[in-house]
């Protein structure tokens, strides 16, 4: 057992300052003083001067690596479990990206368990950048509703001209199929959708759902912070009820070429009225960050950082002066909910014990429990990996 004494505890909601005691991978118990369970089989972590978090939950990582736009000698590392904690993650959702060839469904479904074996909380999208979808039964369906990490679809590519240029019939059909084992299974079903920079943007989304029953929720769009005209038909997906999620992970070329950073889109979208519960932000760990010129050539890569989703949220509220506990939620609780996360997310009596201790000024992670063990202390990761 665990009992953290005097942090100010943010379930992301700011509750005040409280002990928080947790009992195996669970809280327990929020009170304004626990000192009574003080015993000595309870471990006592001193959160004065402290903020209690949820910890992070990152929606989209690259945990197999990712890329390869360069050429085989780019393609991106795996993801090591220490990246996430060092980032204060403790639940990330991995997927594919470009390449399903070399990097396959089996790799990501076991280094998703891998993960696991190591503390961290892990699931994983079926299906590519690319259509047909590529599934390990033979059908995303199945893959959802008989392998317990899959939780949807992803990342499906549109408006890129590394995409497979599906059709609005292909893309109802994918959405159809991943909602559909998602009401089976008990999980979301979700289709995560990679969105590029080309004139569609998010038209063939929209088309779906005014050509189907298909709901707007159904659907996940990422990168929305790619460019400013992006960003506004992102605005207006979510004004019709649509989730969006932004890119945490970039380089100042990337911005000087018209990125909008995630901290700046998540404030903006807020200023326009969208509820929190509609907003992420998400890494984007270990995929490439290729830049392209007019031709469609690659001329720079770099690789995303997991670390990026910790940074945003303070630049969120130092730069942009988002109220800490949206900053929060658009890392813990917006993905956990819009995911169908149980249990994640949220500092609450039931849900698993996840949780990042920060300092109270600078907003620096100082402590991290990860199901209910202490994976960083003292600025200081406890896990040892073995290839990191």
């Not at 005691?21 to 327990?28: H, M, P, T, V």
């Not at 969006?244 to 992970?249: E, G």
């Not at 200023?271 to 490439?288: E, H």
């Not at 909910?337 to 100082?366: R, Y």
Request: hydrophobic fraction near 40%.
């Amino acid at each position: 057992m665990k009992l953290i004494k005097n942090a100010q505890v943010y379930s992301p909601t700011p509750l005040g300052k409280k002990d928080v005691l947790i009992a195996g991978n669970k809280i327990i118990a929020i009170e304004n003083d626990l000192s009574e369970c003080i015993n000595n089989i309870v471990e006592v972590i001193d959160g004065t001067g402290k903020i209690l978090t949820p910890g992070f939950v990152d929606s989209l990582v690259h945990i197999t690596g990712g890329g390869g736009e360069g050429g085989y000698a780019t393609r991106t590392p795996e993801m090591q479990v220490n990246d996430a904690f060092i980032g204060g993650v403790t639940t990330v959702i991995g997927a594919l990206g470009t390449d399903a060839e070399t990097r396959s469904l089996e790799n990501l479904l076991a280094k998703t368990y891998g993960l696991e074996e190591q503390g961290l909380s892990a699931y994983c999208y079926t299906g590519s950048y690319h259509f047909p979808m590529i599934s390990i039964t033979e059908s995303i369906k199945r893959d959802i509703m008989l392998i317990e990490k899959f939780i949807g679809v992803g990342e499906v590519a549109i408006a890129d001209h590394r995409s497979s240029q599906m059709t609005v019939a292909e893309m109802a059909r994918v959405a159809s199929e991943a909602r559909v084992a998602g009401m089976l299974s008990g999980k979301k079903g979700i289709v995560l959708i990679h969105v590029g920079d080309e004139k569609a943007r998010l038209s063939k989304l929209t088309r779906v759902v005014e050509q189907s029953d298909i709901p707007i929720s159904q659907f996940y769009p990422t990168h929305i912070n790619r460019n400013k005209s992006l960003l506004d038909a992102g605005f207006d997906f979510a004004k019709q009820g649509g989730n969006l999620d932004f890119t945490t992970s970039t380089t100042e070329q990337i911005i000087e070429q018209g990125e909008i950073p995630a901290a700046k889109a998540l404030a903006m979208a807020l200023a326009k009225g969208i509820k929190i519960a509609q907003l992420t932000m998400s890494s984007d760990g270990n995929a490439s960050l290729p830049i392209f010129d007019e031709q469609g050539q690659l001329i720079e890569l770099q690789v995303g950082q997991v670390s990026s989703l910790h940074q945003s949220m303070v630049d969120a509220v130092k730069d942009f002066q988002v109220p800490l506990e949206l900053a929060l939620s658009a890392i813990s609780s917006s993905p956990a909910g819009i995911l169908k996360l149980k249990n994640k997310g949220q500092i609450g009596v039931g849900f698993d014990a996840d949780l990042t201790l920060l300092d109270s000024d600078s907003l620096a992670i100082h402590t991290v429990i990860a199901k209910g063990q202490l994976v960083m202390k003292n600025e200081k990761t406890l896990v040892n990996s073995p290839f990191s």
